[in-house]
């Protein structure tokens, strides 16, 4: 499981979490991590000072030994037995056990480190994390800091959003995709350019007076539902569907199915009485 290291700003909050006081689940509370994350942070610095802790970590990155071990010989062999279609896990088996992980061997690839092309691994470096080029949005609030209410579903009105778009060459129409967390009521509705996904979103909050939350990216699974509900659209529109011909009423079929979740009913159905208990 991977693990996201503690940022400079989560460092001066725990330093001033701690003047004030609070318990280590407090803090963790606060700042969504586990509270043995925040126990192990402190442990290293018992007089927690965040500027210090940040330092150290930063020289401890730049000390990595991971970088010192590949040394020339190294990495003719380890460029010798990739080409020989050896994976990674295969080399550091047969000869570098104990010495390096072979996730090391693939950081060094992607790196440039040792000068082969992707292609010389079996996926050809498709497991590879994806890099975003359609530049960044300036997240405000990450999903972690949902209310209990919302994560658990106990409250209704809370939506969570997507696009799903057209087949690659197809148009660049896309559908933006929201769904109702209590009812799993859906919608799909067709916009002509996907370009940079939500990058309103401020004027959006301003607009309506909630706040927004923002799933870490390729962390889709942290929005569940309307992930599950985008796999039920494509049953219905496969990959390769161009969503400029789709009428808009044809987006609406997931709807009328009955589901497990919801003791059988369907989500039209729970979302009509949802709405008309706010009468």
């Known amino acids: 499981m991977s693990y996201i290291h503690l940022t400079t700003t989560e460092r001066v909050k725990i330093e001033t979490y701690l003047e004030l006081g609070m318990s280590i689940r407090s803090i963790a509370r606060r700042l969504g991590r586990q509270p043995s994350t925040v126990s192990r942070e402190i442990r290293r610095d018992p007089d927690y000072v965040a500027e210090r802790v940040q ?132 919608l799909a509705l067709p916009i002509a350019d996907r370009g940079k996904e939500f990058s309103g979103h401020e004027r959006i909050q301003a607009s309506l007076g909630v706040p927004m939350y923002f799933a870490d990216p390729y962390a889709s699974w942290r929005r569940g539902s309307n992930e599950n509900a985008n796999g039920l659209l494509r049953e219905f529109f496969p990959k390769g569907t161009d969503f400029a011909q789709v009428a808009h009423d044809e987006l609406a079929k997931i709807n009328g199915r009955p589901r497990k979740c919801l003791n059988w009913k369907t989500a039209h159905e729970v979302f009509t009485e949802e709405v008309l208990r706010l009468i």
């Open 55 to 186: 330092k150290r970590y930063e020289k401890a990155r730049t000390n990595c030994g991971a970088k010192t071990k590949l040394e020339d010989t190294m990495r003719r062999t380890i460029v010798e037995k990739l080409r020989a279609t050896w994976s990674p896990e295969q080399i550091v088996g047969r000869l570098y056990t104990g010495k390096i992980a072979f996730s090391t061997i693939y950081r060094w690839i992607y790196a440039g480190r040792i000068d082969v092309p992707v292609t010389v691994l079996r996926q050809k470096g498709k497991r590879q994390k994806p890099t975003e080029t359609r530049g960044r949005i300036n997240i405000g609030l990450s999903i972690s800091q949902r209310p209990p209410e919302v994560r658990g579903r106990r409250t209704f009105g809370h939506w969570e959003l997507d696009t799903v778009v057209s087949g690659r060459g197809k148009s660049k129409a896309c559908v933006a995709t929201f769904i109702e967390r209590k009812s799993r009521f859906y």
